[in-house]
Structure formats: C-alpha cells, structure tokens
C-alpha cells in the first residue's frame, strides 16, 4: 500500500559534468512504513523540498528510485498528493468546490463525490462553511479545506510542505493537534517537511535529519511517544535536546 522506499536518490540540478551544477541530495535512502508519520528535518538549503518533490513526482532523481507500495514514482498521480504551505486552493471556487476538484478530475460519478465531500468536511470540522470562498475564512480553515482536499482522493502517501509555517502559533498549535487527530481516524503515509524541532517531535513517529547540502541522511530519529505528547516530560526534552545537537552539530562542522 502506502510503503514509501526511498533508494540511493541522489538530485543534481544542472548538468552534472558542468561546474555549475547543484547537488542538492546525495545518495539518500529511507523506509517508510505504511500509515507511517515521518518528519524531514534540516537547515534551509539541505534538500528537504526536493525530497517532497520527488516522492510527489514532481522531480525526478538524478540517481536512485522512489517507490509507494513497490510501484516507482514516475509523475504526480493520486497515490502521492501535496499540502502547501499557502494551501493552494482556487480561489474561485467554494470550499465545497475545492474539496470535489480532485473527484471531479478522478471522473467519481456525482453522487459519490457529494459523499466523499460530506465526509472530509466534516472530518476537517468544516460543516456549515461549504459555500464559503477561501478569501473569506482563516488560515487554518484554509489550511483545513487544502487537507480535506488531498485526503479526499485516497492517497497512499501525504505530503507536506511546510504547513503551518504561514499561520500564527496559536493556530499552528491547534492544526498540529488537528492533523494528528485527523490522521489518527484516517491513517496515511505522511511525509512532512518542517524546519521546527518541536514540530517535528509533536507529530512524527521517526524524524529523518538531513545534513547541510547535498542533503544525506544524518540520523533518524524514532520518536516513540505516545499521543498527545508533553514538551514537559522528560523523554520529549531528551529527543529536543538530540535533534538540537544533531542540527547545531552539523552547523559547527561547516563554520
Ligand atoms: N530547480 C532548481 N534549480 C537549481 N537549483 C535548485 C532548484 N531547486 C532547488 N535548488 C537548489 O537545491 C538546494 C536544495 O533546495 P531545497 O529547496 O530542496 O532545500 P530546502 O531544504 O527545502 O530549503 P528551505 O528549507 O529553505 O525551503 C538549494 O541549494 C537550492 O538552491
């Protein structure tokens, strides 16, 4: 189903031989069990993006194989949907509207797409706002109709782009504890990006920590702790502190 396997994938960008070429990762490899929460971790510039881009099939690896449930990844399908940090949806269209596009293009016959939309309207807690546009409800709403949107379509895996990082730390704060609750009555592969170790810990099941570019795998980190997470507990405090060392430790390398 949704294993992703991440093999060897290195991503240049330009042409190799040229001096002008990019090594943004280099030699990466990851298993990603299915229904698993993993969390992408690193300094601005390591690759993280690139990663999500090439398990969502926008990218091509330069070297390596990206596959989901065995089947390589070889353009962007249903099996692999993205979340944006500015949420994407159109803006005119409704919530309702937004959340049957990808119905729509996947040709569910209509009574089944109102179905599917009942369903992710109410589990993002959207009910009573399907006639609303985007312009007239918060980030986190909007937030929450972009993962409505992705969910509806079935996807093995679900990738993440930095979602939070737009709305205020309240918000963000009650989206993270919303994305766990989702994804707890929804299981998916998820693959997030972010660049906040707390974050990281609150949400993910393994954190994968990528050096300084080219990107390649540091360390993962198996976060282990049950849910709903407590910064204050000394375990959670522990994994802050080595995820901090793992990141500032690479920082030190290059200065
Ligand atoms: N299309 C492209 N052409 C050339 N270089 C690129 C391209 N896309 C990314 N890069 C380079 O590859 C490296 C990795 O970029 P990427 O956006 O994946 O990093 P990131 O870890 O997501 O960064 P940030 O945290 O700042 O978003 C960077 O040096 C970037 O400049």
């Known amino acids: 189903m949704g294993r992703l396997s991440i093999e060897n994938v290195s991503k240049i960008y330009g042409d190799p031989a040229s ?14 069990p299915d229904h698993a929460f993993c969390a992408i971790l690193g300094h601005s510039g390591c690759g993280k993006t690139t990663l999500l881009n090439m398990v969502a099939g926008f990218e091509r690896p330069t070297f390596g194989e990206v596959s989901i449930g065995g089947e390589p990844v070889s353009r962007p399908g249903w099996r692999n949907t993205m979340i944006f940090q500015e949420y994407a949806l159109f803006p ?37 706002f399907e006639t609303k546009y985007p312009r007239q409800l918060s980030g986190g709403m909007r937030q929450r109709v972009a993962i409505a949107r992705a969910l509806a379509v079935c996807p093995e895996v679900l990738l993440m782009d930095e979602p939070f990082a737009a709305l205020d730390a309240q918000t963000r704060g009650a989206m993270q504890d919303e994305l766990v609750r989702i994804w707890r009555r ?58 901090r060392e793992l990141i500032y430790d690479d920082f030190d390398e290059r200065s």
């Open 19 to 32: 001096e002008g070429a990019v090594v943004a990762l280099r030699d990466v490899s990851l298993d990603i």
């Open 186 to 243: 929804e299981p998916k592969t998820v693959m997030l990006v972010t660049h906040s170790i707390d974050e990281a810990i609150k949400l993910a099941d393994k954190v994968v920590v990528l050096s300084r570019r080219p990107g390649r795998v540091k360390d993962v980190v198996e976060i282990g702790l049950e849910r709903p997470r407590d910064e204050d507990h000394a375990d959670y405090i522990a994994l802050r502190r080595r995820l």
């Open 92 to 128: 005119w269209m409704n919530v309702a509207e937004n959340i049957e596009f990808g119905l729509e293009m996947k040709k569910l016959p209509q009574q089944e797409r109102e179905e599917a939309r009942r369903t992710y309207v109410d589990l993002v807690g959207l009910q009573g």
